[in-house]
């Protein structure tokens, strides 16, 4: 049996999935049930299951991209996915918790480099997993198979860990052992699951200033929290604070944690974008909401030689009283 040495820095397998296969992943990886790696037939790919306590996650190695998480086993999943996704589609995955880097969005000067970066279509390879009495955590990297991309840089080293405990925490590292600074933007993008976005409340954006994408202006949000009414796409920057999701159709309230972020990135697509995507199935978009840990634009990371960068969001979900 062969070990695929991946990330060379390390020294440690760190193993490709396609590449390894999943035999020598869970040899290699596997904990007992709280992580194994499978195949996954409705998605067509390879995901690793996370399991702790009470909580189940799953992660689609291609992209590092979380796509559910069952905090408990009767749960309804806090991370929305998109009905049509799979992994052996040339697109990204709608839905979970994309990883958007080097850049958000357009990149800035190459019309042709795909849109939020090439990390969530990349190959990362699985570098630990650890388990422990309070957590299961999974940890990848981008793995140098990605070295044929012209936005690669060797000397970048770039992990990302996912703890599932009692809360689900998602951490973006990012390493520059080189000489050359490296500037970039980056969201960790995360599709939220609701009841129905018409019983949603979003609190902690409260008079904040933000850049409207589809007005293409800068307003300040009211004193009131925030309720989805038509296409919002919001970029909120110098906010270092938790985002509360209050869902009064499911009863429960999220709250999302950031950590190394200074934009907040609020989008729900609305009716007719939803139609253009073709991938949130119908009434796709009142099932979702995206909250995103960002780092855009004004708010873009320079990372110095020899400088390390962290960038985490932290889910908890508690349930409510509120009635609809
Ligand atoms: O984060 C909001 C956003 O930039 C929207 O403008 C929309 O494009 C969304 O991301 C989804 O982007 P994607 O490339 O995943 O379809």
Redesign the pocket.
């Known amino acids: 049996m062969t070990t695929v040495f991946d990330n060379v820095t390390t020294g440690r397998p760190c193993l490709v999935g396609p590449q390894a296969g999943l035999e020598q992943l869970n040899d290699t990886f596997g904990r007992l049930s709280a992580v194994t790696f499978a195949h996954d037939t409705q998605l067509d790919g390879m995901v690793a299951h996370l399991r702790a306590d009470q909580g189940h996650a799953i992660v689609a190695l291609r992209g590092a991209q979380v796509l559910q998480w069952h905090p408990t086993p009767t749960s309804q999943d806090v991370l929305w996915l998109s009905p049509t996704a799979k992994l052996s589609q040339e697109k ?1 995955l ?1 839905g979970g918790s ?1 990883i ?1 880097w080097p850049w ?2 357009a990149h800035p000067n190459d019309p042709a480099a795909p ?2 970066g090439f990390a ?1 279509m990349a190959e990362w390879c699985v570098a630990a997993t650890t388990v422990s009495d309070d957590a299961t955590s999974l940890n990848l990297q981008l793995s140098k198979a990605n070295a044929q991309t012209p936005y690669w840089h060797d000397d970048i080293h770039v992990s990302y860990e996912i703890r599932l405990g009692q809360t689900l925490q998602m951490t973006l590292t990012v390493v520059n052992t080189g000489n050359q600074a490296l500037e970039f933007s980056e ?1 960790l ?1 995360t599709y939220l699951h609701v009841g129905d976005i018409a019983d949603v409340r979003i609190c902690g954006l409260e008079n904040k200033s933000y850049y409207d ?1 589809v007005l293409k202006s800068r307003f300040k949000a009211t004193s009131s929290p925030l309720k989805i009414e038509e296409e919002a ?1 919001r970029i909120y920057h110098g906010t270092h604070n938790a985002v509360r999701i209050e869902d009064d159709n499911l009863k429960r309230k999220i709250t999302l944690q950031k950590e190394g972020s200074a934009s907040t ?1 609020v ?1 729900n ?1 609305w009716i007719d ?1 939803a139609e253009r ?1 073709g991938d949130l199935g119908p009434d796709g978009y009142r099932k979702m909401l ?1 909250v ?1 840990t960002a780092n855009i634009g004004e708010d873009a990371t320079l990372l110095k030689p020899g400088g390390v960068h962290r960038i985490s969001t932290t889910l908890a979900v508690e349930p409510t009283k509120r009635s609809r």
């Open positions: 990204p709608r994309p958007c958000f969005g849109s939020h969530r969201a993008h994408q796409d990135v989008w697509p974008k995507l995206c995103e």
